[in-house]
Every structure is written in structure tokens, then in C-alpha cells.
């Protein structure tokens, strides 16, 4: 069993920059895919960026050129660096982890997803 703990949430204004981390309990080079997925309130959780074994990433439209997922295995810790933040990025993060293989076209579904953390808030103000 792998433990995900999200940190690095915070409030901030519209435009401002944040890096969420995410600690795994074992090494995370195993892990076939990694990603990020958020709620907001009254929405369904969606998947936000993702970065397979190979260093394949996919990013949902809304986040492209703005976020960026990176990771480090040494520190087995997963990574979301948030640019230009805007108040539509308002929701909880967490951060999930896959134990098989995922087809490009699943990595940002939860179903391809087995380790979940409890997730980090993001508020952004305009």
C-alpha cells in the first residue's frame, strides 16, 4: 500500500504562481503514472496533469502552457508547479497514483488510478 500526502496549497491572488508537492510512502518509479486531479465544490473531480514512467506528460486544456508536473524519484515526491493562476484553479488537489500501465487517452481518468492522497486546497481571488 502507497500513502500520497499532497502539501504546498495555499490562498493567493489571481496571477500568482504556486508549487504543490506530493510525498509517496514508496518509491514512485514504480508507479506506471502519476498525476494530479482537482474539485472544485459542486463539480466532479477532473484530471489535471499526468506523467507516465516513461516522462510522458498530458495536461487538460484548461492548464496547458500554465501548469507544469514534473517528479522526483530520488525523493519520491511528485510535483505541480501552478503560473499564472486564475480564480477557475479554485478546488482541492490530489495527487493518485497508477499500478498499471496507462493508455495516453486514460491518464487524466480516475479510473486508471489506485493511490489517492487527501488533497491540498488551491484558492485563488481575483
Known amino acids: 500500500q502507497v500513502q500520497l500526502v499532497e502539501s504546498g496549497g495555499g490562498s493567493l491572488q489571481s496571477g500568482g504562481s504556486l508549487r504543490l508537492s506530493c510525498g509517496a510512502s514508496?518509491?514512485?518509479?514504480?508507479?506506471?503514472?502519476m498525476a494530479w486531479f482537482r474539485q472544485a465544490p459542486g463539480k466532479e473531480r477532473e484530471g489535471v496533469a499526468a506523467?507516465?514512467?516513461?516522462?510522458?506528460?498530458s495536461y487538460a486544456d484548461s492548464v496547458k502552457g500554465r501548469f507544469t508536473i514534473s517528479q522526483d524519484n530520488a525523493k519520491n515526491t511528485l510535483y505541480l508547479q501552478m503560473s499564472s493562476l486564475k480564480p477557475e484553479d479554485t478546488a482541492m488537489y490530489y495527487c493518485?497514483?497508477?499500478?498499471?500501465?496507462?493508455?495516453?487517452?486514460?491518464?487524466?481518468?480516475?479510473?486508471?488510478?489506485?493511490?489517492w492522497g487527501q488533497g491540498t486546497q488551491v484558492t485563488v481571488s481575483s
Open positions: 514508496a518509491s514512485i518509479s514504480s508507479s506506471y503514472c
Open positions: 506523467i507516465r514512467s516513461d516522462g510522458r506528460t
Open positions: 493518485a497514483g497508477s499500478i498499471r500501465p496507462l493508455d495516453p487517452s486514460m491518464t487524466l481518468r480516475e479510473e486508471g488510478y489506485k493511490y
